[in-house]
């Protein structure tokens, strides 16, 4: 566990530096970038140290493995859902989780919103789009966005704070280059309700590029823990 500890300290460093380069390179202020923890399948004590090291903001995939590891972390921990979810599953993250990543349709958003009303809460969400077409992936497709912001920002539980991708492996440079013209597209012709203030993109392999172009959330996993069990 000592070496393990050592090694997510050293990525971290890394990680920080490459973001401020790759932001500065860009005329953009480091401080605007939010690095994100993803924590798939890693062992609470290790996330734990990347918190401890001010990665508060941490990424869950799974409802169970959510579950299974809340109470181990640290209470600075700010936790997000960031993967596919099915709708019988809201229930256990509304109210639990600070955001919701991957909404990318009407039937999950209403889900949302009844359990958001049940509480008596707000969800901050943001919706997720499948800006490669690719059928094997989550997400609305950029020509169903419109209507999907205009028909989620109407539920009056739900708070949509901007957008999500997975850009393709292949190609990627012209899908971030797409979503950071459909994120600044959002925000030039704003829905009532919202406020497109994340674009959360960018991952271990393509974060940097991801910076260059507009990202301001970058889920960081294998980069930050080491390759996944």
Known sequence: MEMETDLVRENILRIRENVRNAAVRCGRDPEDVAIMAVTKTVAPEL?????????????????????????????????????HLQTNKVKYLVGEVEMIHSVDRMSLANEIERCAEKRGIVQDILLEVNIGGEESKSGVCPDALPQLLAQAAALPHVHICGLMTIPPPTQSSRHLEAMQKLFADCKASPVPNTEMRILSMGMSGDYEAAIACGSNLVRIGSALFGARK
């Open 47 to 83: 996330v734990n140290i990347a918190v401890d090291c001010g990665i508060t903001l941490l990424g869950e995939n799974r409802v169970q493995e959510f579950q299974a590891k809340r109470e181990s972390y640290r209470p600075q921990a700010q936790v997000h859902f960031i993967g």
